[in-house]
């Protein structure tokens, strides 16, 4: 938050240091870096434009939905079913374009299935209030099963007369050769972190997740907050589907499998803290390329992908900890 | 005219009795303490004032008129205002975003509305200064002292320019240094004509600093009178039952 930064402003002789060094984030980004700079000379493959294309690509879908997430873990909560969401999603898609149907309503069903899921998770939690833990794993086996119903199972790869569009959407170059969803992903984070801190929306989030009881007995409206910010999950986990159909051709039932997983790793690593109250955009985005840099990294440098669950569970259990190191380093 | 003024009210949930036919009236710029033990009716007597429950019988008059509320948010429409006991903080934002939350300002063009981060930091900043408090509008809560704390859930009073201010157990957690700090808190309210009620078990406190004592026993009020005509000893004997009811 800016709160701190300016609260560094008053009390110490190198501000923006002591702001930066207690930022998780900086130390991620950091660590991105120097896996960047390391790759660079190590191998000759890594800073090639064609890879960086790549990695720069793939963690985007993990990216914006850990956006979303990072909302509803600030909250306190937790959606485990935005990988089923997104599988969910990518198949309404996928379904209603192969009907024949135009470009713009199949993103509008496929968005319209996310914000009803978000509202459903929303109105269980908020209302109802069970667990979101509970709320969103039924979710979870909900929507895989019902993307298994749409298409029967199988894989579809033909999206009737718009499929051009769709594939240049997800695959494509616009602008200097940057690959789209990287800028749907930048768009977003910049939405994501204006609208956590600029607007009574986000102050409202923060305020959730720091003090729940502090928060109804001020006015703040909780429960339409709450539904809200699992809409917003929802959302952020369908516009990730539809981007992916748009990048793969294809859309096969088990997609997104496991994937609420890596976006709650990405999002912790990047200083979101399951216990609410404290998380940024800018973190999501780096957490989730940290998980991402492993993962190209681990192939370039010839060792086993079988590999990659080590170093990124590693990089969880060192992010929640991250308070605690900096705490002993430093005391206060 | 009594600001504040309580007729035969009575609160019952199913067959429990939490308040029994409580009457009392407030005036501005007075500070009545609210004393009995645990069960005996202060805190559900706060709630009827604070908006939360709805008396089963009696009457709420402001200045003579009858206040009928639904909700806390109506009760901050009439200037009543409740300090809780916990505060009601949040330790992740800072002292200014603490103070108007649920209020924040914001500024901007129809529906495209931002919050207003150097209006609200001036106000707290004033409403701190006015409050002769050190705490800085932009730390945050979870780095303050107990007696900050408090000042800041108190400033959150004094942006809606409350009339009348229930504060339940203000010092009860804290220590004899922050006591003397939320005790001139009060007195600077008082001073400023806001009708207070503070509910506490501290006797030296209630005594320091109330001009009236009020006290619950089993939902029912055993005594309303002036605090220098009453003793420490007399009140501790109304709130266990050894005496029967004040003179």
């Known amino acids: 938050m800016d709160i701190q930064f300016d609260d560094g402003v008053k009390r110490d002789r190198f501000p923006l240091v002591s ?19 390391f790759l660079s000379f190590a191998t000759n493959s890594f800073a090639t434009s064609n890879n960086l294309f790549n990695v720069t690509r793939n963690f985007t879908f993990v990216a914006v939905v850990a956006l979303g997430m990072t909302i509803v873990i600030i909250t306190g909560g937790v959606d485990l079913s935005v990988g089923s969401v997104l599988c969910l999603c990518s198949m309404i898609l996928a379904v209603v374009m192969h009907e024949g149907y135009n470009i713009w309503v199949g993103i509008a069903a496929s968005l319209g299935t996310a914000l009803l899921i978000g509202l459903i998770n929303g109105l269980l939690i908020a209302y109802l209030e069970i667990p979101p833990f509970v709320v969103t794993l039924g979710m979870l086996s909900i929507a895989r099963s019902l993307a298994m119903v749409a298409s029967n199972n199988t894989v579809v790869f033909q999206f009737g007369p718009d499929q051009d569009k769709l594939l ?20 977003l984070a910049l939405l994501t972190g204006f609208v956590l801190h600029f607007t009574r929306f986000g102050r409202y989030v923060f305020a959730i997740g720091g003090n729940e009881h502090a928060a109804i007995v001020t006015g703040v409206p909780v429960r339409r ?31 997104g499998a496991g994937m609420e997983l890596q976006v709650i790793a990405a999002a912790v690593i990047g200083g979101a803290n399951l216990a609410g109250g404290v998380g940024t955009a800018f973190g999501a985005l780096i957490g989730s390329a940290l998980i991402e840099v492993i993962r190209n990294s681990l192939g370039l440098l010839g060792i086993s992908a079988f590999w990659q669950g080590t170093f990124v569970g590693c990089f969880i259990i060192l992010a929640v900890s991250f308070d605690r190191i900096r705490n002993y380093r430093f005391p206060p | 005219m009594a600001l504040l003024e309580l007729k035969n009210v009575s609160k ?48 709420i008059r402001m200045e003579g008129r009858e206040l009928v509320m639904h909700r806390p948010v109506e009760a901050r429409q009439h200037g009543i205002e409740i300090v809780h006991q916990d505060l009601a903080l949040c330790d992740n934002l800072s002292a200014a975003a603490n103070v108007f939350l649920g ?10 509305k931002v919050l207003d981060y150097s209006t609200m930091y001036r106000r707290a900043g004033q409403i701190f200064a006015e409050l002769r408090s050190e705490t800085r509008p932009r730390d945050l809560v979870r780095q303050m002292s107990g007696g900050q704390r408090q000042a800041v859930a108190i400033a959150r ?4 320019d409350a009339r009348i201010i229930l504060m339940d157990e203000p010092t009860a957690a804290i ?73």
Not at chain 1, 172 to 186: D, F, H, R, T
Not at chain 2, 29 to 40: F, H, S, W, Y
Not at chain 2, 203 to 225: C, E, H, Q, T, Y
């Open chain 2, 103 to 112: 209020r924040e300002l914001r500024r901007g063009v129809g529906p495209f």
């Open chain 2, 157 to 160: 009073t004094r942006i809606a």
């Open chain 1, 168 to 187: 240049f959407l997800g695959g494509g170059a616009l602008v200097l050769g940057i690959a789209n969803p990287v800028i749907y992903m930048l768009v």
């Open chain 2, 175 to 247: 220590s004899v240094r922050q006591v003397a700090e939320v005790l001139n808190l009060i007195r600077l309210l008082r001073d400023r004509g806001i009708a207070i009620v503070l509910i506490s078990h501290r006797m030296p406190d209630v005594f320091s600093i109330a001009n009236r004592v009020v006290v619950l026993r089993r939902g029912r009020k055993v005594a309303d009178k002036d605090v220098a005509s009453s003793s420490p000893e007399e009140v501790t004997g109304l709130i266990t039952g050894a005496i029967e009811h004040a003179l």
């Open chain 1, 19 to 37: 702001w930066l060094t207690s930022r998780q984030a900086f130390w991620v980004l950091l660590a991105v870096l120097v896996a960047c700079v």
């Open chain 1, 225 to 255: 907050i709450k539904v809200a910010v699992y809409m917003i999950s929802a959302l952020s986990a369908g516009i990730a589907g539809v981007i992916e159909t748009g990048w793969l051709g294809a859309v096969t039932t088990n997609l």
């Open chain 2, 12 to 59: 019952h949930f199913g067959a429990i009795h939490a308040l029994n036919d409580v009457s009392l009236a407030l005036e501005a710029g007075e500070v009545v303490g609210l004393m009995g033990d645990n069960g005996a009716g202060k805190s559900t007597l706060a709630k009827i004032v604070a908006g939360n429950f709805r008396p089963s019988h009696g009457e």
